[in-house]
């Protein structure tokens, strides 16, 4: 069980089992709901439960996805793509993760839109898109 939650505390979650190996997105929306670069797993819908729903805060980014945050302190926690009867998961931020999230980051994507301050030197994978 690992566990995680927002800044100021009002939203708590728990994901069941292993959290996946995750990526980070330089995407410009990524980049923007985040501060610098996204970084999220995506997690099984029915490993997860959040304890606060009511304080969860949605804003679509784009015509696929919507993003969540705390309405309260702010903190971007949730990554939902809008068809998700179809799919099933759900991206949760790494950084709103309590310690140890036993997890590696496996890959970099939408390399293309990164931003211009920094550099990738890890010697992860990078893809221009996401891979298919």
């Known amino acids: 069980m690992h566990k995680g939650s927002c800044l100021c505390g009002k939203i708590k979650f728990e994901v069941a089992g ?3 190996p995750m990526h980070a997105c330089h ?21 997860l439960k959040i304890n606060g729903e009511e304080n969860i ?16 302190c ?10 998700n009867k179809k799919i099933g998961w759900i991206g949760v931020s790494m950084g ?7 997890t590696k980051m496996t890959m ?3 390399t293309q839109d990164k ?3 920094y550099e ?13």
């Open 74 to 83: 702010g903190t971007p926690l949730f990554f939902d793509p809008i068809d």
């Open 120 to 132: 990738i030197v890890d010697g992860l994978p990078q893809h221009e898109q996401a891979p298919k």
């Open 115 to 117: 931003g211009d301050y």
């Open 108 to 110: 970099h994507i939408f």
């Open 18 to 20: 292993e959290i996946p």
């Open 96 to 102: 709103a993760f309590d310690k140890p999230t036993c």
């Open 57 to 72: 805060k949605w804003f679509q980014t784009s015509e696929w996805a919507r993003r969540g945050f705390c309405a309260n």
């Open 27 to 47: 995407c410009s929306i990524c980049r923007k709901a985040s501060g610098h670069y996204g970084v999220g797993a995506d997690v099984s819908r029915e490993a």
